[in-house]
């Protein structure tokens, strides 16, 4: 293993912002991603950071991340979610994932949190064997619900 994983800093933000689009255009959503350097940047490292950031680094070339951020549970209490695990296609299968995965864990572990949850696309079925070989749940009973930036727009004008 000739990479390391470490916490992010604000300048590796252009390169994961790179592997954020190379999971878009993974993902069938190329033009999906709006969120820009300047913003993660801000986001995750001022005084009130709204996620965490680990890095698998090989020399100073960035070959995956995971994302994480805390929320609440009304059944569990704390618990972290994992926004994304990215490791760029070409990296695959160096044990990169599951380094990542680890680091999360711990941290989920030492912060003292109830559940660590995250989605994963239904058809993606590598990433969902993986994570099932790692002892997670898997809930195909279950469907993400959202409201975009426009669907919170329609929202509200209904209200008035």
């Known amino acids: 293993m000739s ?7 604000a300048n590796d933000m252009p390169q994961v912002l790179d592997l954020i689009t190379e999971l878009a255009v993974f ?3 190329p033009n999906a991603v709006e969120v820009t350097i300047e913003q993660l940047q801000k986001d ?3 005084n009130k950071p709204a996620f965490h950031c680990f890095v698998a680094e090989e020399g ?3 070959l995956g991340i995971a994302l994480v951020y805390l929320r609440y549970s009304t059944w569990k209490g704390i618990v972290l979610h994992l926004e994304d695990l990215i ?3 070409t990296q695959r299968g160096r044990g990169i994932g599951t380094a990542l995965l ?3 864990v711990k941290h ?4 003292g949190v109830k559940r660590i949850s995250w989605e994963v696309i239904d058809w993606n ?3 969902i064997k993986f994570y099932e070989q790692k002892g997670a749940n898997v809930m195909r009973d279950w469907d993400v619900v959202q409201l975009d930036e426009q669907g919170i727009k329609n929202y509200l004008s209904k209200l008035n």
């Not at 990479?3 to 800093?9: D, L």
């Not at 989920?108 to 912060?111: I, M």
């Open 3 to 9: 990479y390391k994983i470490r916490n992010a800093v």
């Open 87 to 89: 490791v760029s296609q």
């Open 60 to 62: 100073k070339t960035i």
């Open 44 to 46: 995750g490292f001022s």
């Open 102 to 104: 680890d680091e999360v």
């Open 27 to 29: 993902e069938k959503e």
């Open 125 to 127: 079925e590598p990433a």
């Open 108 to 111: 989920g572990a030492a912060l």
